[in-house]
């Protein structure tokens, strides 16, 4: 058992538990906006340190999971921001007790 | 040893997959079910990546990246359509 082997394990358990924690914010979160962002700030997380634990496992394919980590790092972002604008501009119902600043601006200059 | 880590790893990935699925089946709303689906092929690029680790075969990762791309071009496509801007 090398120092890699147990840095890499240690890693990719807990990439894992945070992709688990994901799966339990989008199951029990109230509305769609707390889910957005537990399933895509949580899972991001996750997927970056289980390719750091797979890079400690493997160091030849260190590479390869660089580009895909890269990859995910830019696109993620990205994708849960336009979700999260389509959701808002079509009028997605929100929990109780939520202080929406932006449709307040929009109301106040149409 | 290391293999127990990856096999309790995958373990845990695959009680997340099954937390997403039930959000993805149950979803009030559209933009939920695709939050479930970033959620989930996010997932299976990680359980991709240990079943690379598992077998010790590196063409596998090929797959995760082209399937991080598709599931990109999917969640954006589907967004812009609940915009109507498509």
């Known amino acids: 058992m090398t120092i890699g082997g147990i840095i890499g394990g240690i890693l990719m ?24 962002q537990a399933g895509t700030k ?4 996750g ?5 750091a634990g797979a890079a400690c496992l493997r160091p030849d394919w260190a590479v390869k999971l660089l580009l895909i980590g890269l990859f995910i790092l830019f696109t993620n972002p ?10 808002h501009r079509t009028g997605t119902p929100q929990a109780a007790g939520t202080v929406d600043r932006l449709a307040e601006d929009r109301e106040k200059r149409p | 040893m290391v293999d127990i880590l990856i096999y309790i790893a995958a373990a845990v990935t695959g009680i997340a997959f099954l937390f997403a699925l039930y959000r993805f089946l149950k979803g009030p709303t559209a933009a939920d079910r695709v939050v479930a689906f970033d959620t989930m092929t996010l997932v299976t690029v990680v359980f991709i990546v ?7 075969r590196g063409i596998y990762l090929d797959v995760a990246v082209i399937y991080a791309l598709l599931s990109f071009l999917g ?3 589907v967004a812009r359509y609940l915009e109507r801007g498509l």
């Not at chain 1, 997927?47 to 390719?51: I, K």
């Open chain 1, 13 to 36: 358990l807990s990439g894992a538990a945070f992709l688990f924690l994901a799966g339990l914010g989008l199951v029990r979160m109230p509305d769609l906006f707390n889910r957005l």
């Open chain 2, 50 to 56: 240990i079943i690379a680790l598992a077998e010790g």
């Open chain 2, 75 to 77: 969640v954006i496509a």
């Open chain 1, 42 to 45: 949580a899972t991001t997380l």
């Open chain 1, 78 to 87: 990205i994708s849960s921001q336009v979700l999260a604008r389509a959701a």
């Open chain 1, 47 to 51: 997927t970056l340190l289980t390719l």
